[in-house]
């Protein structure tokens, strides 16, 4: 029997240069007239976000049985929304409430630290109501600007793609600062919705913490593979790198370990990748200074395209990739697709990229020492480096595959409509199996 052809829509946000050529973008002047008064960073209109959203609408515009409908806010659109069409996926951009001036003026004068975000979710229920869909797929909870739509959601089976979980006890520990809004409302979702999917043992166990009655399924994200260049010129020794450069992506790790590695090797270089706010920044320069490291770091704006990104990191010879707050990073896929060996501490998944034999030069949360150990033994073992290079490929080939990624998340759409309907039990394969993922203990984080 043929299956019905199944509507899906996604809320979540994200952007690529594909979809900015469809989108009518302007530069707010007079704001940014107020950020150089105020001296902060112009505002980022035009970069690409959220990399694997894109991979996935990407592997969708070929998927049979599946009429795809995604739905994303979009700062600087010269228009309240936009919709299009391209290679059969439709999308609809909306300009959010925050990109007005007038609203983040309105919500700083008097203090508002807990927006109901009316308009967003105004402008996202009108999409969903004219689309229709059958199963909607929140990509995140932990962004209250599009998630609160959930709450607005009845009588349609609702999916969250967890891409992380807010609600992390470590979480204080490891990013320094916890938003109370973004966790009671991650809370709230998690405690309404019924199926859930994610790729890692520690964002299972926190979810059927949150909701011990929630339906957990496993989803693998596809990678759009990086080009590799030939034979690159190499410019630099490591290369950090990360969309937002913050404590819980281990940056003030990174500064300690060169100062540490700098006493065997006075011309060790580091390249920072990614955005940073002027004011972190400057303690990272602090920092920097503080260590007597500042002929050996540099700092490099993140890449309106991610493709010209993975051009510029292949310019170092190793990654420096000391997260906290991830269980295996995008970045650290990217790094391996790319033949840069990997350092970086242990996580809930990072050990599990040890699979095959040793790909990732890994040690304990905040080990600076052992980091910084990690490193030297790359500069000092070309026959580890051989290894870990030999070894995350093999990683890459068996457990990276695209068609299987996509082939499971229509499986997914397709059960989550048919439990909620017609109550057919969930295929035992598509959901978390935790045998598969061991606990890692000592240091827990997401």
């Given at each position: 029997?043929?299956?019905?052809?199944?509507?899906?829509?996604?809320?979540?946000?994200?952007?690529?240069?594909?979809?900015?050529?469809?989108?009518?973008?302007?530069?707010?002047?007079?704001?940014s007239l107020?950020?150089?008064m105020?001296?902060?960073?112009?505002?980022?209109?035009?970069?690409?976000?959220?990399?694997?959203?894109?991979?996935?609408?990407?592997?969708?515009?070929?998927?049979?049985?599946?009429?795809?409908?995604?739905?994303?806010?979009?700062?600087?659109?010269?228009?309240a929304?936009?919709?299009?069409?391209?290679?059969?996926?439709?999308?609809?951009?909306?300009?959010?409430?925050?990109?007005?001036?007038l609203?983040?003026?309105?919500?700083?004068?008097?203090?508002?630290?807990r927006?109901?975000?009316?308009?967003?979710?105004?402008?996202?229920?009108?999409?969903?109501?004219?689309?229709?869909?059958?199963?909607?797929?929140l990509i995140?909870?932990?962004?209250?600007?599009?998630?609160?739509s959930?709450?607005?959601?009845?009588?349609?089976?609702?999916?969250?793609?967890?891409?992380?979980?807010?609600?992390?006890?470590?979480?204080?520990?490891?990013?320094?600062?916890?938003?109370?809004?973004?966790?009671?409302?991650?809370?709230?979702?998690?405690?309404?919705?019924?199926?859930?999917?994610c790729?890692?043992?520690?964002?299972?166990?926190?979810?059927?913490?949150?909701?011990?009655?929630?339906?957990?399924?496993?989803?693998?994200?596809?990678?759009?593979?990086?080009?590799?260049?030939?034979?690159?010129?190499?410019?630099?020794?490591?290369?950090?790198?990360?969309?937002g450069?913050?404590?819980?992506?281990?940056?003030?790790?990174?500064?300690?370990?060169i100062?540490?590695v700098?006493?065997?090797?006075?011309?060790?270089?580091?390249?920072?990748?990614?955005?940073?706010?002027?004011?972190?920044?400057?303690?990272?320069?602090?920092?920097?200074?503080?260590?007597?490291?500042?002929?050996?770091?540099?700092?490099?704006?993140?890449?309106?395209?991610?493709?010209?990104?993975?051009?510029?990191?292949?310019?170092?010879?190793?990654?420096?990739?000391?997260?906290?707050?991830?269980?295996?990073?995008?970045?650290?896929?990217?790094?391996?697709?790319?033949?840069?060996?990997?350092?970086?501490?242990?996580?809930?998944?990072?050990?599990?990229?040890?699979?095959?034999?040793?790909?990732?030069?890994?040690?304990?949360?905040?080990?600076v020492?052992?980091?910084?150990?990690?490193?030297?033994?790359?500069?000092?073992?070309?026959?580890?480096?051989?290894?870990?290079?030999?070894?995350?490929?093999?990683y890459?080939?068996?457990?990276?595959?695209?068609?299987?990624?996509?082939?499971?998340?229509?499986?997914?759409?397709?059960?989550?409509?048919?439990?909620?309907?017609?109550?057919?039990?969930?295929?035992?394969?598509?959901?978390?199996?935790?045998?598969?993922?061991?606990?890692?203990?000592?240091?827990?984080?997401?």
């Amino acid at each position: 029997m043929t299956k019905q052809r199944l509507k899906v829509a996604w809320i979540c946000h994200f952007s690529n240069y594909s979809v900015r050529e469809h989108l009518p973008i302007r530069v707010n002047t007079l704001e940014s007239l107020l950020r150089r008064m105020l001296k902060k960073r112009p505002k980022k209109v035009s970069s690409d976000f959220a990399p694997w959203v894109t991979n996935m609408a990407k592997e969708f515009e070929t998927v049979e049985g599946i009429e795809l409908d995604i739905i994303s806010p979009h700062f600087g659109l010269a228009v309240a929304r936009h919709s299009f069409a391209c290679r059969g996926i439709r999308y609809h951009f909306f300009k959010p409430d925050t990109d007005y001036l007038l609203v983040k003026g309105f919500r700083r004068l008097f203090g508002i630290q807990r927006p109901a975000y009316r308009l967003n979710r105004r402008r996202i229920s009108r999409f969903v109501d004219k689309i229709k869909p059958d199963v909607i797929v929140l990509i995140g909870a932990e962004n209250p600007y599009y998630s609160i739509s959930a709450l607005d959601i009845s009588g349609i089976p609702v999916i969250l793609i967890a891409q992380t979980v807010y609600t992390n006890p470590d979480r204080q520990k490891h990013s320094g600062q916890v938003d109370r809004y973004r966790w009671d409302l991650e809370l709230e979702i998690h405690r309404k919705l019924k199926f859930f999917s994610c790729n890692a043992r520690i964002h299972r166990d926190l979810i059927l913490r949150n909701n011990p009655e929630a339906i957990v399924f496993r989803h693998r994200f596809p990678y759009i593979r990086p080009r590799k260049l030939d034979n690159p010129f190499k410019e630099y020794n490591f290369v950090f790198f990360a969309a937002g450069v913050s404590k819980k992506k281990g940056i003030e790790d990174a500064i300690q370990a060169i100062g540490i590695v700098k006493k065997q090797y006075p011309e060790v270089s580091l390249d920072v990748v990614g955005k940073c706010d002027p004011e972190h920044k400057s303690s990272l320069v602090e920092m920097i200074n503080k260590h007597g490291v500042a002929g050996n770091i540099v700092f490099h704006e993140y890449f309106p395209k991610q493709s010209d990104m993975h051009d510029h990191i292949q310019k170092a010879r190793y990654a420096l990739l000391p997260v906290k707050l991830d269980s295996i990073p995008g970045t650290i896929a990217e790094a391996m697709m790319l033949d840069l060996p990997v350092v970086s501490y242990i996580t809930s998944g990072t050990p599990r990229l040890n699979k095959y034999g040793e790909a990732v030069l890994l040690c304990e949360i905040n080990d600076v020492e052992a980091l910084a150990k990690n490193m030297i033994r790359v500069m000092d073992e070309p026959d580890l480096v051989d290894r870990l290079i030999s070894n995350s490929r093999k990683y890459v080939e068996i457990e990276i595959d695209n068609d299987r990624s996509a082939n499971n998340f229509v499986r997914m759409f397709y059960a989550v409509y048919e439990n909620y309907h017609r109550q057919v039990p969930i295929p035992k394969d598509l959901l978390f199996d935790p045998k598969e993922f061991p606990i890692y203990t000592r240091e827990v984080s997401i």
